[in-house]
């Protein structure tokens, strides 16, 4: 790690947290390297671009659309995605009658694989206590207006399976490529807090 | 365990507060404990099994007063602990003099750091035995009335409601146990969870058949 000034007092934490890695480092139990490699893993190469890529080949291939609502981990896996957290990925295909939203009450589940890891916001306190209450009313602290005459389905990933939402193509996006239609897909379209 | 970390349908935790740009880590303590606990469950530094329940044994007044990664990080030490592998006196020494970066290796492990993009950025298979459960879908089915005081699954929140098996996901071993057992998917309409002025709509949870009836 580079020098780093804090302009701010360190936290108790923050201090436990290293003495913890110096320990294991100095019994030779861990290398730094491989620490690197995991909280670089998930800063740079596995995020909700992975999921956009799916999203946007559902769009424009029927077949894999099929494939990823059948077996969502192996459908990935065509992608060359997958990992910790993604080994029963669950894929959610809204309709104009239908909007899927995710939300883990106990903890934190999420997709990594596809999503990497979760927002602060996901793993907060008001998210987990309100989304299985009030959803309608958690959507639209995020914007999100759900119809009333669209189902508005939760799930509450509480066991193995990692939900991912394949929102519906926008319209007006036909003759866009499937490169073109990956930025149209946000983190947030496949939590289901926007629609 | 019926702790804090079971907020399913709680008042008073006030808005969802969306960050824009948020960065993955917003401090680097923050991923260096994700990174450790990562490695130390995969290396058998802390016991086998969830850390996750440590999470929850961690006291409600600390756990509501802690960020997600100091709650990952408390884990992780009572692990770490548990294991033998540390002893809470040297983490305190060390805290209490090393500072706030932690020393670096001089070699490294080329081999376990190969592991990490197998592991966390690689095609796995699909997990979960075929389950041949005693339950089918579109079956209504009763969550068990129940308190355990071990690590579960099974939000406080759907206990005694009633609700129809919307899939069969797989088997996997409930926690706590060894064999495996399968998993529903059971959807609940808000107004059998919430009464009859919920919003309308459903939740869906996932639930081992040992949690039904």
């Not at chain 2, 808005?15 to 923050?30: G, I, L, R, S, T």
């Not at chain 2, 983490?91 to 209490?96: E, G, L, N, P, V």
Request: charged share 25%; with cysteine.
């Amino acid at each position: 790690m580079s020098e780093h000034h804090h302009p701010r007092e360190p936290s108790d934490i923050e201090r436990r947290v290293a003495a913890i890695e110096s320990l294991l480092v100095e019994k030779g139990l861990v290398t730094s390297d491989v620490v690197d490699a995991i909280v670089e893993t998930y800063e740079h190469d596995v995020g909700p671009l992975n999921g956009s890529r799916v999203v946007a080949r559902a769009w424009v291939d029927p077949e894999y659309r099929a494939r990823l609502l059948a077996d969502g981990t192996a459908a990935v896996g065509e992608l060359g995605f997958g990992g910790a957290e993604g080994e029963h990925i669950v894929v959610l295909a809204n309709t104009p009658t239908l909007h899927n939203v995710v939300v883990c009450t106990l903890c934190s589940c999420y997709p990594w694989p596809v999503l990497g890891l979760p927002p602060r916001w996901y793993k907060s306190f008001a998210y987990r206590s309100r989304m299985v209450r009030e959803p309608r009313a958690v959507l639209a602290e995020f914007g999100t207006t759900v119809p009333d005459d669209v189902e508005l389905a939760v799930w509450d990933s509480s066991a193995d399976a990692r939900y991912l939402v394949l929102p519906e193509r926008p319209a007006g996006t036909e003759g866009l490529s499937e490169d073109a239609l990956v930025p149209l897909v946000t983190r947030d379209h496949m939590i289901g807090v926007v629609r | 365990m019926d702790g804090i970390h079971d907020m399913g349908g709680m008042h008073g935790f006030g808005a969802v507060a969306p960050e824009p740009d948020e960065p993955v880590f917003h401090e680097p303590w923050e991923g260096r404990a994700f990174g450790l606990a990562l490695v130390g469950g995969a290396l058998g530094l802390v016991p086998p099994g969830t850390g996750r329940g440590r999470i929850e044994r961690i006291d409600p007044a600390t756990y509501l007063a802690s960020s997600y990664y100091e709650r990952w990080a408390r884990g992780m030490e009572e692990g770490l602990v548990e294991a033998g592998t540390l002893t809470a006196a040297e983490i305190d020494a060390r805290a209490a003099t090393g500072g706030t970066e932690p020393v670096r290796s001089e070699g490294t492990d080329a081999d376990t750091v190969a592991l990490v993009p197998t592991f966390l950025n690689s095609p796995q298979p699909t997990s979960g035995a075929p389950a041949a459960g005693a339950f089918a879908v579109g079956d209504r089915v009763t969550v068990r009335r129940m308190a355990p005081a071990a690590h579960h699954r099974c939000p406080r929140y759907v206990r005694g409601a009633t609700g129809t098996v919307a899939r069969i996901e797989g088997a996997w071993p409930r926690p706590g146990d060894d064999a495996p057992e399968a998993v529903y998917s059971v959807r609940f309409a808000n107004a059998d969870l919430w009464g009859d002025d919920a919003e309308p709509g459903s939740v869906t949870v996932d639930l081992w058949e040992g949690y039904l009836t």
